[in-house]
C-alpha cells in the first residue's frame, strides 16, 4: 500500500501535495479490494521505495496513468516482470505479446477488447518511461516506443481481421508476378516519421498493388471492395470507442481527395491522380510517407514510383511559395481561434521548425538524396553537411524542437488527449513543470519563450518573401514602374523613356522583345500558377537589366532562358526567390552568349547561379572527383540513366563554373584549361567504372584480370592530352587493354577481344549519347594505330609494336601530346615506357624537318584564313598551331640529347623544358609561351562570345613574328629559286 511517508520521497511541489494524496488514496481504495491475484497484490505490496516514489509522480502528473492502474491494478505487474517500466521492449517481443492477445479472440468485440488493454499496458510502461527517466533517455525514445505500438497494433489487428474475414471474403488474387497481395498501409505524419506522440491520431493512406477478385472465399469480390472493407474494418478495431476506450484514432484525410475519395486505391490510380492531379501540400505530406503494414514491400515500390512527384529532379523553389501559403493560413486560424499559446501551431511552436526542414527536402531533396528523410531529426542533421544551414542553427534548432516535443507530451500525458494548448490551470500547469523537471511554471515560460525566439528566427531566415528581406516591392517606385511596363499599362512613349533610363541604347527594341514575350501563345497559356510566378519575376529581372553596363545584350540573351521554363516554373520561382542568382544570371549572359545558350538549353544550371562562392572557384580535380562519387553513390547501382543523367549535369554545372571565373577574371588561361581538363577525366574515370562494370555483370571477366579495377586505359591526345581543353573540346581518345587470351567467365561468356571492343564501344555510346541534357563529349576515335580501319581497341604490345614500326611521323607528333587520363595504373606504366622509347629514338632531321613542314603546309592549306584582312590565330601562319608544331619537333628531334622533354604533354612546360635545357634561349621561349597564351585566351573569349577566333590582320604582329623566327630557325626549308618562304 502507499503510505503517508511516501510523499516527501517522491519530491513533488506543495501546490501538487493535495493531487498526489487524492492518487493515493484512490489506488489504495482500489488495492484494499484486489483480491483477483495475489501474485499482481503482492508486486504492489513489495515496490521498493524508489518504484512507489516513480509511482506517485507518475500518477500526480498523469491521470491516464492512474485511471489505468485503478482499472487494471494487475497491469503494474506486468510492466514489472516485463522490465516495461525502465526499458521498451523489443520490436519483435511485442508483436509476439499482442499475436498472442489476438490469437484468444474469436470475433471483433474481443478483438477490439485485446488491441485496446494492450495499448493502455504499454502506454502506462511509455508514459512511466518518459516521467521517471533513466539516464541518456530522451523525447526520440519516447517517440520510437509510440511508432512501434501503432505499427505492431496496425499490423496484428490487420492479420487478424485477414484471417476472419477470409471464410467469408477469400483472399486477394496474386500480383502478376506470383507475389501475394496485402492491403498497403502508408503510415503519414509523424507516424511515417517515425516520431509519434503519446496521444497523436494516425494518419494513414491504404492502397493495394493490382486489380483483380479475391479467391476461396463463399463469395468473389473485386479487389477494391475488400480492400475497401479491410480498410474500414481496420478503422474501427483502432478508432472506434468502447468501454475500454480506444486504441489509436485514425485519420484518412490524406489520402487522394481526402474525404470525398475513394478509401482505398490500386498502385495505378494513385500513381495517375499524384502525377496528374497532386498538388504542393500533397508533395508535402508525402514527405513523411512509410509503409507501416500489411504489404510493406509493395508499399515500398509505390513510394519509389512516387519519388519524382515528391522530389524533383531541380532544385524547386516553387515549394517555398506552397509553405509561405500554408504557413499563412494556419498563422490565420490560429490568431481566429485564439491559439497562441498552441506549442505546434503558434509562432516559434513544432510547426515552424517542421516548415524550416521540409523547405530545404522539397526544395533540395531531388538532387541532395540525403534530405529524402522521412525523419524530422535525421533530415535535419543532414543539413549543415550540404551547407544549407549552419551547424550552430542545427545546434539550436534541435534542442529547442526536443523541448517543444517533450512539453506536448507533457500535455499529452494528463489525460491521454491530443492537446498542444498550454494550460490555465494552476495545478496543471504545476504538473507540467514537474513532468519536465522544472520547479515552476516561471521556469518552463522562460525556456519556452527563448526557443520560440530562436526558432522564429530561422523560420523567417528560410521562409520570408525575398522582398521581406529588404522592403516590400510594392512601396518600391522602381519596381512598380518596371512591374506596369511589364504588363502593357504603360504608353509606348513612356515604356520606352523608361527603358532609356535604365541605360538601354534602343529602348524601342527592348520594349517590342518584352511586348513579344508577354504576348506569345506560351505565356498566354500557362496556368494560373505560372503566370503569377512569372508576372512576379519580371519586374526583378527588369531591375536587374537595368543595373547591368549593357542591358541591351543582355535582355535577348537573358530572354530565350525565360521561355524556355515557362514549363518549368520552379526556375521563375528560383529567380525570384534568390535576387543575388538574377544579379548572376544577367552578369553572365550579357558577358556570354556561350553562357546564356547553356541556361537556356539547361535550365537546371540556374541552381549553380545560388552559390556565388562556388561559381566562380572551380573545384580542384580531388574535389570533383569527389564531388562525382557522391552525387554517384546517391543513385542506384543499376539505374545507367540516372547517373548518365547526373554525369550530364555535372559536366555542365563544372564546367559553367569555369567559365563564371574565367569572365570575372578570377582564373589565369592556363588554370581555366586545367579545370576543363580535370572535369573530362573525372568524368572519363566514371564513365569507364560505369561500363565495366556493365559488361562485367554481363559477361563476366578475361583470364587472369581481376573483377574490381578496370583492366583498361584510356589515353588522351590532342587538347586533352595537352591539358590545354577549351569550351565544347572533343575528346581524342585511345583505348588499350592488356593482352590475354580466352573467354570470360560469366554467365554469358565472350571472347576476351570481343569483352574489350564491347567495353570501347560501351565507353563510345555512355559519352555520346544524346539526352534531354544533352551528350557528355564529342568522341575522336582517329588517332588510334591504323586510323578508322584499325581495330576500336588494342592491346598495349599491339599499339606498341605499331608505333615502333607503322606510325606516320604525324602520329608520333600527336604521340608528343599523349598521355593517360584514366585507367589501370600497371598499364598506365607500360604506355609510359612506349612512349618515351618511340619518342626518345633517334631520328633523321632532315626527314623529320620535311615531313612536319608537309603536313603543316596541308593544314594552312584545308584550314587558314582565305584573306589577308583577318588573323587566324590558331591556324594561319605565326599562329598557334605553328607553335605546337615547333614543340612537336622539339621532341621528336632533341629529346636524345634532353630526355627532360619527354615528361610533358603540354607546349608550355615543353618550351620551358626547351630553356632549361639550352635548346632555345630564356627570351625566345618566353615570347613563344606569351605568344601561345595570348591565342588560347583568344580561342576561350571567343567560345564565349560565339565568335571565331580570328582577329584584324596586325592583331598579334609582334607575337607572329616571334613564331614566324623560331620557325625559319628550326623548320624552315631551303627557300625557292624567288626567295619566298614555302612555309
Known amino acids: 500500500m502507499l503510505d503517508d511517508d511516501v510523499l516527501p520521497r517522491a519530491g513533488l511541489p506543495e501546490a501538487l501535495k493535495d493531487t498526489a494524496a487524492q492518487a493515493c488514496q484512490r489506488l489504495n481504495q482500489t488495492l484494499a479490494h484486489m483480491a483477483c491475484d495475489d501474485a499482481a497484490l503482492a508486486a504492489w505490496q513489495a515496490l521498493p521505495a524508489a518504484r512507489r516514489a516513480a509511482l506517485v ?57 485485446a488491441v485496446r488493454r494492450f495499448r493502455q499496458a504499454r502506454m502506462l510502461g511509455i508514459i512511466w518511461r518518459d516521467l521517471n527517466r533513466a539516464d541518456g533517455y530522451d523525447v526520440w525514445d519516447t517517440t ?144 513523411k510517407a512509410r509503409p507501416v503494414a500489411g504489404d510493406v514491400v509493395g508499399g515500398a515500390e509505390l513510394l519509389r514510383g512516387l519519388r519524382p512527384f515528391v522530389y524533383r529532379k531541380y532544385l524547386d523553389f516553387g515549394a517555398i511559395e506552397s509553405l509561405r501559403g500554408l504557413k499563412t493560413m494556419i498563422h490565420r486560424e490560429v490568431k481566429r481561434r485564439g491559439m497562441e ?9 513544432i510547426r515552424e521548425v517542421e516548415f524550416v526542414v521540409q523547405a530545404f527536402q522539397l526544395i533540395r531533396g531531388g538532387r541532395d538524396t540525403e534530405l529524402q528523410q522521412t525523419s524530422l531529426r535525421a533530415a535535419l542533421t543532414r543539413l549543415p553537411a550540404l551547407g544549407l544551414l549552419p551547424q550552430k542553427a542545427v545546434d539550436e534548432l534541435l534542442p529547442d524542437y526536443a523541448f517543444l516535443r517533450d512539453l506536448e507530451h507533457a500535455l499529452q500525458a494528463l489525460d491521454d488527449r491530443q492537446t498542444q494548448r498550454l494550460p490555465d490551470d494552476a495545478v496543471v500547469r504545476a504538473q507540467v513543470a514537474l513532468a519536465l523537471g522544472f520547479d515552476g511554471w516561471e ?22 518573401e525575398p522582398e521581406d528581406e529588404v522592403e516590400d516591392d510594392s512601396d518600391t517606385p522602381g519596381l512598380e514602374q518596371w512591374r506596369r511596363l511589364w504588363r502593357g499599362e504603360l504608353s509606348a512613349e513612356d515604356a520606352q523613356r523608361r527603358l532609356a533610363e535604365a541605360g538601354f541604347d534602343d529602348p524601342a527594341e527592348a520594349r517590342k522583345r518584352l511586348e513579344r514575350l508577354h504576348h506569345s501563345r ?76 547553356q541556361l537556356a538549353r539547361y535550365p537546371i544550371l540556374l541552381d549553380e547561379l545560388l552559390t556565388p562562392a562556388s561559381l566562380y572557384t572551380p573545384a580542384s580535380k580531388a574535389r570533383l572527383a569527389d564531388e562525382l562519387r557522391q552525387t554517384l553513390n546517391r543513385l542506384p547501382e543499376d539505374d545507367e540513366e540516372a547517373q548518365l543523367e547526373a554525369l550530364r549535369v555535372f559536366k555542365h554545372a563544372q564546367t559553367l563554373h569555369v567559365a563564371a571565373s574565367d569572365i570575372a577574371g578570377t582564373r589565369h588561361l592556363m588554370n581555366v584549361s586545367d579545370y576543363l581538363t580535370y572535369i573530362a577525366e573525372v568524368i572519363l574515370d566514371a564513365v569507364l567504372a560505369m561500363a565495366w562494370k556493365h559488361l562485367v555483370r554481363k559477361h563476366g571477366v578475361p583470364p587472369g584480370i581481376g573483377r574490381d579495377v578496370p ?76 586510323g578508322n580501319a584499325g581495330l576500336l581497341v ?18 608520333h607528333q600527336a604521340l608528343v601530346r599523349a598521355r593517360v587520363v584514366a585507367g589501370d595504373a600497371a598499364l598506365a606504366e607500360g604506355f609510359n615506357a612506349v612512349r618515351r622509347e618511340v619518342l626518345g629514338r633517334p631520328r633523321d632531321r632532315r626527314a623529320l624537318r620535311d615531313d612536319v613542314v608537309k603536313m603543316r603546309r596541308k593544314m594552312r592549306a584545308h584550314l587558314g584564313s582565305r584573306t589577308r584582312a583577318t588573323f587566324d590565330v590558331k591556324q594561319d601562319a605565326g599562329g598557334m598551331v605553328d607553335i605546337e608544331f615547333l614543340c612537336q619537333y622539339a621532341v621528336l628531334a632533341l629529346s636524345v640529347e634532353a630526355p627532360a622533354l619527354l615528361a610533358y604533354s603540354d607546349s608550355v612546360r615543353i618550351l620551358d623544358t626547351l630553356a632549361k635545357s639550352g635548346h632555345l634561349p630564356d627570351d625566345q621561349a618566353q615570347d613563344l609561351r606569351e605568344a601561345y597564351l595570348a591565342y588560347r585566351s583568344t580561342t576561350h573569349r571567343a567560345a564565349l562570345t560565339g565568335d571565331r577566333a580570328r582577329v584584324a590582320e596586325g592583331t598579334f604582329d609582334a607575337h607572329r613574328r616571334a613564331v614566324k623566327a623560331l620557325w625559319a630557325r628550326f623548320l624552315a626549308p631551303p627557300a625557292d629559286s624567288d626567295g619566298r618562304d614555302r612555309a
Open 57 to 113: 509522480r507518475t500518477v500526480t502528473i498523469s491521470s491516464f496513468a492512474l485511471d489505468v492502474l485503478v482499472r487494471t491494478p494487475v497491469v503494474l505487474h506486468e510492466l514489472l516482470a516485463t522490465g516495461e517500466l525502465d526499458a521498451a521492449p523489443a520490436r519483435a517481443a511485442l508483436a509476439q505479446r499482442l499475436e498472442k492477445a489476438l490469437a484468444q479472440a474469436d470475433d471483433e468485440e474481443s478483438l477490439y477488447r
Open 144 to 287: 520510437a516506443a509510440m511508432t512501434a505500438l501503432a505499427e505492431v497494433s496496425l499490423e496484428a489487428t490487420l492479420a487478424w481481421l485477414e484471417a476472419f474475414y477470409a471464410p467469408r471474403w477469400g483472399r486477394p488474387a496474386p500480383c502478376e508476378d506470383g507475389s501475394a497481395q496485402r492491403l498497403v498501409v502508408l503510415g503519414m505524419g509523424k507516424l511515417g516519421a517515425g516520431e509519434l506522440n503519446l496521444s497523436s491520431d494516425i494518419d494513414l493512406i491504404f492502397a493495394y498493388a493490382e486489380d483483380g477478385e479475391t479467391r476461396g472465399g463463399r463469395k468473389a469480390l473485386a479487389h477494391q471492395e475488400y480492400f475497401t472493407k479491410i480498410g474500414q474494418k481496420l478503422i474501427a478495431a483502432l478508432d472506434s470507442v468502447t468501454a475500454d476506450g480506444f486504441a489509436f484514432r485514425v485519420d484518412m484525410r490524406l489520402r487522394p481527395l481526402g474525404d470525398g475519395g475513394p478509401l482505398v486505391g490500386s498502385f495505378a490510380a494513385l500513381l495517375a491522380y499524384y502525377q496528374d492531379q497532386g498538388r504542393e501540400w500533397e508533395r508535402y505530406a508525402m514527405l
Open 794 to 811: 588494342t592491346s598495349l604490345d599491339a599499339y606498341a609494336d605499331y608505333q615502333r614500326t607503322s606510325a606516320w611521323t604525324w602520329e
Open 711 to 786: 583492366d583498361f586505359l584510356i589515353v588522351g591526345y590532342g587538347k586533352l592530352g595537352g591539358i590545354e581543353l577549351g569550351y565544347g573540346s572533343d575528346l581524342d581518345l585511345v583505348f588499350l587493354h592488356r593482352a590475354t587470351k580466352g573467354a570470360t567467365d560469366g554467365r554469358r561468356p565472350v571472347d576476351a577481344s570481343v569483352f574489350f571492343t564491347r567495353l570501347g564501344q560501351r565507353m563510345i555510346h555512355l559519352l555520346t549519347a544524346v539526352t534531354p541534357a544533352g551528350s557528355l563529349y564529342d568522341v575522336d576515335m582517329r588517332l588510334r594505330p591504323s
Open 443 to 464: 521556469g518552463v515560460m522562460t525556456r519556452l519563450g527563448e526557443g520560440r525566439e530562436r526558432i522564429q528566427h530561422y523560420f523567417d531566415d528560410v521562409i520570408a
Open 522 to 597: 506560351a505565356v498566354q497559356g500557362m496556368q494560373a500558377i505560372g503566370f503569377e510566378r512569372l508576372d512576379a519575376l519580371m519586374p526583378l529581372l527588369l531591375d536587374a537589366l537595368a543595373q547591368n553596363p549593357t542591358p541591351d545584350a543582355a535582355l535577348p540573351r537573358v530572354l530565350p532562358l525565360i521561355e524556355a521554363v515557362l514549363r518549368r516554373t520552379a526556375y521563375l520561382a528560383l529567380l525570384r526567390e534568390n535576387p543575388q542568382a538574377l544579379e548572376h544570371l544577367m552578369r553572365l549572359c550579357a558577358a556570354s552568349p556561350w553562357i546564356a545558350d
Open 341 to 349: 499559446t498552441n506549442v505546434k501551431l503558434g509562432p516559434g511552436g
